[in-house]
């Protein structure tokens, strides 16, 4: 039986050949990698896309990358209301969050959704541990708007707990939610913590996994698809509405992390598999790459 080509043992070590360079500029350095609820829920076979993206987070442990996941859930949220007969408002692509809503949301973030991530990267390695912006006061949060209800901005960023977990060779899995001073909860949008996460720990790379591929200068034209791109023209994108709806979010978090001192963020299908992998240790990549 002839082998398939991109089992060939050429082609395996021009792949390995390509990705060295890669794995050695970027040993020991923190990857916050943020798992969207929208890569999961949208991938054709959801436990496959698990199972893909946990093999990448070992994989950059094991080759000495600091990789932290943090989390959404917002169609696994919207999926429980749907059950319960609750209907879900948006504004500007944020959920509004009422009491029970709230409630639905810690159910699904911190209670299915973290532990359904921890548990599939620990089948192949025992390196996640499960945390939320609760924890050690991982995010002080305040109430972002008052139309919003509970959903929450990040005020501060204690990554001690983080790096503790960092310094012990594991993987944290940060679900977002936060509390402010007076132990109010808060829903804390994925990307927007994500950001101020890698920030605060002085990241390396900014990881956004989605549903798309990347930013479109035309939303609905995948040729316009653009592999890299500057803060300001992101920012001309989400006010002119071509990067808006659920990518407004995460095209901010992108520019206010490199801005804060992220070299790079980067956007791209978490569909794909391996995407992860694609992205970091190949010259070409598979998504959107933001730079100051």
Not at 30 to 43: E, N, P, Q, R
Not at 61 to 83: D, K, M, T, W, Y
Not at 100 to 111: F, K, P, Q, S
Not at 251 to 263: D, F, I, K, L, Y
């Amino acid at each position: 039986m002839t082998p398939d080509a991109r089992t060939r043992p050429e082609a395996v070590a021009d792949v390995l050949v390509e990705a060295l360079p890669y794995i050695r500029r970027f040993a020991g350095a923190i990857i916050v990698v943020k798992f969207g609820g929208a890569a999961l829920a949208g991938a054709d076979d959801a436990g496959q896309a698990l199972s893909s993206f946990a093999e990448d987070v070992v994989l950059l442990r094991s080759v000495g990358l600091a990789p932290v996941v943090v989390h959404g859930g917002g169609p696994q949220i919207g999926e429980l209301l749907a059950r319960l007969g609750i209907t879900s408002e948006f504004r500007d692509g944020l959920r509004v969050t009422d009491a029970e809503t709230l409630d639905i949301a810690r159910m699904v973030l911190v209670g299915k959704v973290n532990s359904e991530l921890v548990e599939a990267i620990n089948v192949h390695g025992a390196l996640a541990v499960g945390v939320s912006g609760f924890d050690a006061n991982l995010f002080r949060v305040g109430a972002r708007d008052g139309g919003l209800g509970f959903v929450g901005d990040v005020h501060a960023v204690d990554p001690t707990l983080i790096h503790q977990l960092l310094s012990q060779s594991l993987v944290p899995v940060v679900a977002t939610m936060g509390s402010d001073t007076g132990g109010q909860a808060y829903n804390v949008n994925a990307d927007t913590a994500a950001g101020a996460l890698a920030a605060a720990l002085g990241a390396e790379k900014l990881v956004m996994l989605t549903d798309v591929d990347g930013v479109r200068r035309e939303p609905t034209d995948p040729a316009s698809s653009v592999a890299r791109i500057g803060c300001d023209e992101l920012e001309a994108l989400v006010r002119s509405g071509a990067a808006g709806g659920g990518m407004a979010p995460k095209a901010t978090a992108c520019v206010e992390s490199v801005r804060a001192g992220v070299p790079a963020a980067h956007l791209l299908d978490g569909r794909v598999p391996h995407a992860l992998l694609l992205e970091l240790f190949t010259d070409s990549g598979v998504g959107t790459m933001v730079v100051e």
